[in-house]
């Protein structure tokens, strides 16, 4: 059982790793011995995520349906033969991640298959199941069983989450409609998007990141460095959004190229090591 469970979390990695340059470049920032739950959990998030997003031309209502039957049979049996759920099940298991979690993450994605627009109580619901969960869970492995601490970071856990999402949603705004009819910023457009509302919305996300940050700082020494690592690309990330007009962000999928992720990642590391943060 024990090699099982490695080689399924070998495979976790190995799609953090395909998917995402991020997100890889934060875990590996980690102290090593958060790395295997962290990517247990964003397999798991990944997987669901490209069900509902790029599984076209299969019908992805069954194919969700059955990786939400096959999640709870994995956490009520702890053990799976899909290696994705199974080095899930074991992080859940490992760091008590709550189950709640769990089910406002998968209802977020459900939301994906039924909703192209969304009001303000749908966004918020959204952006909690799909992003601010997602920080929850890897708070819960960073604080290993201090639920004082967990609960005293939770709140600047789900403003980081909440940021990186809404950042995602700005970048991906073009394939986002184009490729799925979606627009997930309540009373926004797609075809009259402006400046202004651009504006609006980058103010708040500015917002999230100046409450998350706070949290960051008091996060616990093996997880800090990570998160801060991706806080910065976030950052990063929006700058670059915020220096075009409206019309590009429609237009252009705007990224950090991986020569300047490796560039923050050496300011960042001198920062922290300097204390300055």
């Given at each position: 059982?024990?090699?099982?469970?490695?080689?399924?979390?070998?495979?976790?990695?190995?799609?953090?790793?395909?998917?995402?340059?991020?997100?890889?470049?934060?875990?590996?920032?980690?102290?090593?011995?958060?790395?295997?739950?962290?990517?247990?959990?964003?397999?798991?998030?990944?997987?669901?995520?490209?069900?509902?997003?790029?599984?076209?031309?299969?019908?992805?209502?069954?194919?969700?349906?059955?990786?939400?039957?096959?999640?709870?049979?994995?956490?009520?049996n702890k053990i799976?033969?899909?290696?994705?759920?199974?080095?899930?099940?074991?992080?859940?298991?490992?760091?008590?991640?709550?189950?709640?979690?769990?089910?406002?993450?998968?209802?977020?994605?459900?939301?994906?298959?039924?909703?192209?627009?969304?009001?303000?109580?749908?966004?918020?619901?959204?952006?909690?199941?799909?992003?601010?969960?997602?920080?929850?869970?890897?708070?819960?492995?960073?604080?290993?069983?201090?639920?004082?601490?967990?609960?005293?970071?939770?709140?600047?856990?789900?403003?980081?989450?909440?940021?990186?999402?809404?950042?995602?949603?700005?970048?991906?705004?073009?394939?986002?409609?184009?490729?799925?009819?979606?627009?997930?910023?309540?009373?926004?457009?797609?075809?009259?998007?402006?400046?202004?509302?651009?504006?609006?919305?980058?103010?708040?996300?500015?917002?999230?990141?100046?409450?998350?940050?706070?949290?960051?700082?008091?996060?616990?020494?093996?997880?800090?460095?990570?998160v801060y690592v991706?806080?910065?690309?976030?950052?990063?990330?929006?700058?670059?959004?915020?220096?075009?007009?409206?019309?590009?962000?429609?237009?252009?999928?705007?990224?950090?190229?991986?020569?300047?992720?490796?560039?923050?990642?050496?300011?960042?590391?001198?920062?922290?090591?300097?204390?300055?943060?």
């Amino acid at each position: 059982m024990e090699l099982y469970t490695k080689t399924c979390t070998e495979i976790s990695r190995k799609i953090t790793h395909n998917y995402s340059t991020s997100f890889t470049l934060g875990i590996r920032t980690l102290h090593k011995k958060l790395h295997d739950p962290i990517y247990s959990i964003y397999g798991f998030v990944r997987v669901a995520d490209e069900i509902v997003d790029t599984f076209h031309g299969h019908n992805k209502t069954d194919l969700l349906t059955k990786f939400k039957a096959d999640t709870y049979e994995a956490l009520e049996n702890k053990i799976s033969t899909n290696p994705v759920l199974h080095a899930f099940q074991n992080v859940v298991h490992q760091y008590n991640i709550d189950y709640d979690l769990i089910e406002a993450f998968l209802k977020s994605m459900e939301m994906d298959l039924y909703h192209s627009t969304y009001d303000d109580g749908k966004y918020n619901e959204y952006i909690y199941g799909s992003a601010e969960v997602v920080g929850l869970m890897c708070l819960r492995v960073f604080c290993n069983g201090d639920n004082a601490e967990y609960d005293r970071l939770k709140a600047p856990a789900k403003h980081l989450g909440a940021a990186f999402q809404k950042v995602n949603f700005l970048r991906d705004m073009k394939s986002d409609y184009a490729e799925r009819g979606r627009v997930y910023f309540p009373e926004v457009d797609f075809n009259f998007f402006c400046d202004k509302t651009k504006l609006k919305l980058e103010q708040e996300i500015e917002e999230d990141f100046k409450l998350a940050f706070e949290g960051i700082k008091q996060l616990p020494i093996e997880a800090r460095f990570g998160v801060y690592v991706a806080y910065i690309y976030y950052q990063a990330l929006l700058r670059k959004i915020k220096q075009v007009p409206a019309s590009t962000i429609k237009d252009v999928r705007i990224r950090v190229p991986n020569k300047e992720k490796f560039a923050l990642l050496l300011s960042s590391w001198f920062r922290f090591r300097l204390n300055v943060i």
